[in-house]
């Protein structure tokens, strides 16, 4: 998980909206890039947070649900950071109970926090921090890739590559890396299936003997 905020003066905004910074999904990897450049020579202030997967875990083992860790590393960006008002997207259709969530954390109570679906389309300052985010997520899939030698994909479940690195990696029967986020469904799903077959396979020697 990678959570990004970006601080940006008036002046700022209007040149980063005509260079065409806006959500980061609807952007190349390559404009991508380009563009994170130009955040970076014109934000007052940029923080970005990266969620490991073995941190996630360690959240899950204790109750806390996806979208309140994203609410309490957003909490912590808007605590470092010095703005009038914060502009957030929020995860659900529910935005009061995303802001609420995120409210708890905060240490000025009173912070102007506007919360809204696609925020990312709206406001020039959240495409911003979407692009950051993404950038620096894609990073830290190139550097894995670079130690399992092979792509991995974009690490969700719909990408096959992705599904088929983890698939691999619970069949060689050893302690899954700390990236591998073992709380992730999917994973789940695959350690399971894979212990069936194991059984399986014993009991069919069991007959056979």
């Known amino acids: 998980m990678v959570i990004a905020g970006v601080a940006l003066d008036e002046k700022s ?8 910074v806006k959500d980061s999904k609807q952007l190349s990897p390559k404009r991508r890039e380009f563009l994170a ?13 990266r ?19 994203e609410a309490i590393k957003m909490a912590d960006i ?25 409210l708890e954390y905060l240490q000025n109570k009173n912070a102007n926090l506007i919360v809204e679906n696609y925020a990312d389309d709206n406001y020039i300052s959240v495409g911003a ?6 950038t620096s997520r894609d990073e830290v899939i190139a550097q894995i890739e670079r130690e399992v030698g ?20 619970v069949r060689s029967g050893k302690k899954l890396p700390n990236w591998v986020r073992k709380s992730w469904i999917t994973t789940q ?6 212990l069936q077959r194991r059984l399986k396979d014993f009991i069919k020697k069991k007959i056979k003997i």
Not at 13 to 20: A, W
Not at 37 to 49: D, F, H, M
Not at 150 to 169: F, M, N, Q
């Open 13 to 20: 905004e209007r040149e980063l909206k005509k260079l065409g």
């Open 37 to 49: 450049g130009e955040i970076e020579k014109r934000a007052r202030n940029i923080v970005v947070i």
């Open 51 to 69: 969620v490991p997967a073995c941190k996630i875990d360690s959240y899950r083992a204790k109750k806390i649900n996806l979208d309140r860790i």
């Open 78 to 102: 808007i605590n470092v950071c010095n703005a009038d008002k914060f502009y957030i997207d929020s995860l659900g259709v529910n935005t009061n109970r995303f802001k609420n969530m995120i």
């Open 129 to 134: 921090a979407s692009i950051i985010a993404k």
């Open 150 to 169: 092979e792509p991995i994909g974009v690490g969700y479940s719909h990408d096959s590559r992705t599904v088929k690195l983890v698939e691999g990696l």
């Open 189 to 194: 799903v695959i350690q399971e299936n894979s």
